[in-house]
């Protein structure tokens, strides 16, 4: 079950596909066909149908050259203790025995 925010987010993703197709005046069977995919899948990506492979659009992301976007989608946080180095041990001096007498 996709969420009403989920499906309006897909909505808009699928339209901004759509508007970059439209921007380099590229049809839906020749879009489609760089895809690898059929002009009805195309149709379900531009609409935002939750069923769409993640796939195709990793595939669509790359035709219009902007496939390092993904990167971030769930990039690695950096933590805040991974900058800080520890220091090395340092080296504990032996003690002296007292002698015997």
Do not use: C, Y
Not at 26 to 34: L, M, S, T, V
Not at 63 to 69: F, K, M, Y
Request: aromatic residues 4%; glycine residues 4%; without cysteine.
């Amino acid at each position: 079950m996709v969420s009403d925010n989920h499906h309006e987010a897909l909505v808009q993703l699928g339209a901004r596909l759509r508007a970059q197709r439209l921007m380099r005046n590229e049809p839906q069977a020749r879009f489609a066909a760089r895809l690898g995919v059929s002009v009805p899948t195309l149709r379900r990506l531009e609409q935002g149908d939750a069923s769409a492979q993640i796939g195709h659009w990793l595939a669509a992301l790359e035709l219009l050259g902007r496939l390092h976007e993904a990167e971030a989608w769930l990039a690695p946080q950096a933590s805040l203790f991974a900058a800080v180095e520890p220091a090395p041990p340092q080296r504990q001096r032996a003690r002296r025995r007292k002698a015997a007498t």
